[in-house]
């Protein structure tokens, strides 16, 4: 299905202002539809013979659609649309005309223009029609809710065909809380209550007000709930602000361990201010959560930040037991060691500033590259270059991956660029760390260079580290391979990452380690989760 966006440019002349209008407008739009008991669609002219596309499309949360299918794609002209061409061409809303059937389902058809003001506050043209269609096969006595509703509905429409509504959304906010359901408030003009909800009502009776609300001045009200007097004014200013006819951010007042989200908005039918809709929400369990999280989230921080220390100190032991040890071959395996702790840290380091259990593995893999080359037993100078991006993974791929990566990239710098005395000598190749064979000559005319490279590809990881040195000896056999960094490679890949490795000749010499990891696991009864 295309977007509204894609329909609008596809078909219409639409300025690119214009959409964006019509997109805040799909955006906050439930409201109206949930206080109007209809489905909204959005309706621009195709052409000049007045046809119209359908571009998006809402159903109410409080009534039954007045549409089982989706209208958003069609293009409909002639009768059918009379209504929208009236709205479209007069600029007015219309209202008029008798019940029409979609199959079984009567439905009462109105038309609400769409202006974009202009940048001096003027109304501007039409741009569009708001189609309102209820569904009348539940027509019923309405109730003072649905009174309410209807009224504030009817306010809203005229706003959206002057051009206020909706109001500015401000950074970081959203549209999905609260809702007409949560709890709905009307005030007059002077900020006194004409109407609440039953849930309205619960919510601030949670926050300590047992009286009933109709008659109170609720920015008054609110500065007297409030245990903290800045929120109390914060939110005492945002009703008053709506009720100047402008639009403030969404506020919470917290009170005898309840928290309520408020959302005011401004009333202004033709331009004149008659009140203001205020929209609540109980969210005391929601920051309950939010809190618990928070707390859980530092623990685990915390944890990662001391598994790091205690790896940094078992480190710190094993590179102090290297110095006193007198084998050659002992210190070279101990400095191993060293450097495999090392990389595990990294992850952990990583975990202790993330707020979840999942690191950006690029930065991760840059600083392993860059010790490699710094640590590797070589005396030339070899180049670390990473291409694609691994993105973010989660903590179980990444601690395994890192030390895999670890001894690859050692093993590419120690086996692939040896020292200039040891190049006639028999020693395994890049990112292999093999079996002691002869192997030919790095070519002097190129630059030593080891590559790491990652694409996602359906939910699997493809890495491959690949560098232009001396290549795999001619009967390597990577299973009868016995270095120790070989077999933890092996290990790790194919049994934490549950992933595969190949060794194989470079497609222009040196040697080539391909991965591939799958990024999904495996939950406790075998489904999979990403």
Not at 148 to 159: E, K
Not at 430 to 441: C, F, H, K, L, N
Not at 455 to 461: D, S, V
Request: some cysteine; proline content about 6%.
């Amino acid at each position: 299905m295309s977007t509204l966006r894609d329909l609008a440019e596809e078909h219409t002349h639409l300025r690119p202002a214009d959409i964006d209008h019509l997109h805040r407008i799909a955006g906050d739009w439930q409201l109206l539809s949930d206080l109007s008991f209809a489905d909204l669609l959005l309706w621009v002219p195709v052409d000049a013979d007045g046809t119209f596309l359908c571009v998006a499309q809402v159903r109410p949360t409080t009534a039954p659609t007045a549409y089982q299918d989706d209208q958003v794609g069609r293009i409909v002209g002639g009768p059918e649309v009379a209504h929208l061409g009236v709205a479209y061409s007069q600029g007015r809303i219309w209202r008029e005309g008798d019940p029409v059937w979609y199959g079984d389902v009567p439905a009462r058809h109105e038309a609400i223009p769409v202006r974009l003001r202009t940048a001096e506050g003027e109304a501007g043209e039409v741009i569009a029609v708001v189609g309102r269609d209820t569904n009348l096969s539940t027509a019923r006595t309405p109730s003072q809710l649905e009174l309410n509703y209807l009224t504030t509905a009817d306010d809203l429409a005229q706003m959206i065909a002057d051009g206020t509504f909706p109001p500015p959304r401000h950074p970081g906010e959203t549209t999905s809380a609260p809702r007409v359901g949560d709890g709905l408030v009307r005030l007059d003009a002077g900020g006194k209550v004409t109407y609440a909800s039953p849930n309205a009502q619960s919510a601030y009776r949670r926050l300590g007000y047992a009286s009933h609300l109709v008659g109170e001045d609720l920015a008054a009200l609110h500065r007297r709930l409030a245990g903290d007097p800045l929120d109390g004014t914060e939110a005492s200013n945002g009703i008053l602000a709506a009720l100047r006819g402008e639009a403030p951010p969404r506020r919470e007042i917290d009170a005898r361990g309840a928290t309520m989200l408020t959302r005011a908005l401004p009333l202004m039918p033709a331009g004149v201010p008659i009140g203001a809709l205020v929209l609540v929400r109980d969210i005391t369990e929601v920051r309950r959560r939010d809190r618990a999280l928070i707390t859980k989230d530092a623990t685990i921080r915390e944890i990662h930040h001391r598994v790091k220390n205690n790896l940094q100190t078992v480190a710190a032991l094993l590179r102090l037991q290297a110095r006193r040890v007198s084998m050659p071959e002992a210190r070279v395996a101990l400095e191993e060691s060293v450097r495999r702790v090392a990389s595990i840290a990294l992850v952990h380091e990583t975990l202790s500033m993330s707020s979840d259990e999942a690191v950006e593995f690029d930065g991760i893999v840059d600083r392993v590259a860059s010790a490699a080359t710094e640590v590797a037993a070589t005396e030339v100078s070899v180049g670390m270059r990473r291409r694609g991006s691994f993105g973010v993974l989660p903590a179980e791929i990444a601690t395994s991956l890192v030390m895999v990566l670890n001894e690859l990239l050692l093993n590419a710098v120690e086996h692939g660029f040896p020292p200039a005395d040891e190049t006639d000598e028999p020693r395994a190749t890049a990112a292999s760390g093999m079996v002691p064979v002869a192997a030919p000559e790095v070519d002097p005319s190129l630059r030593p260079e080891v590559v790491v490279s990652a694409h996602r590809f359906r939910k699997m990881l493809h890495v491959s580290v690949t560098d232009n040195g001396r290549g795999l000896p001619p009967d390597f056999d990577a299973e009868r391979a016995s270095r120790l960094g070989l077999q933890i490679v092996r290990a790790l890949v194919t049994g934490e990452l549950r992933g595969t490795i190949e060794l194989r000749a470079g497609a222009t010499g040196g040697t080539e380690a391909v991965l591939v990891v799958p990024l999904a696991r495996n939950a406790p009864d075998g489904r999979s989760q990403a």
